[in-house]
């Protein structure tokens, strides 16, 4: 046997070595085991929130279900405790001094909410309603 039949018997030895190793990874990757791929929660989004010496005022006046970001400002003389609630749910910030703010993040589920300036009884307090649940932000580049 010379040396170009022996190169030549390597040659096909690692060739049928090599794709017996990619056809036992294809039929790896064709598993039995099928994942579901679940969609990305919607873009949070973010309220605005005031706090006056009256009342409670917010922008927009209601937003779809899902993540949002209350950003909150006291405008009134005193400080305040903002709070979200309905029914047996209720997120309320920290107390916070005249001319700061402050951030209360939730997930919103459909339905109407009360935000008030929790200790203040004098502040009138806001419905806002939250409307059914915004669509998916699977598809959306660059959000955190």
Do not use: H, W
């Not at 709070?83 to 939730?106: A, L």
């Amino acid at each position: 046997m010379g040396t170009k039949e022996k190169m030549g018997r390597v040659r096909s030895t690692l060739t049928l070595l090599a794709l017996l190793a990619m056809a036992s990874i294809v039929v790896a990757g064709c598993s039995g085991n099928k994942r579901e791929n679940k969609l990305r929660a919607p873009a949070p989004l973010i309220v605005s929130v005031s706090i006056g010496e009256d009342r409670v005022t917010t922008s927009p006046a209601s937003i779809g279900a899902g993540p949002a970001t209350f950003t909150v400002i006291n405008l009134s003389s005193t400080a305040q405790r903002f709070t979200i609630s309905r029914g047996d749910f209720e997120r309320s910030s920290g107390n916070f001094d005249p001319q700061n703010t402050t951030i209360v993040k939730v997930d919103l589920k459909q339905g109407e909410y009360e935000l008030s300036a929790a200790d203040a009884l004098e502040i009138e307090s806001r419905r806002f309603k939250v409307t059914k649940e915004r669509p998916s932000s699977q598809n959306d580049l660059l959000l955190p």
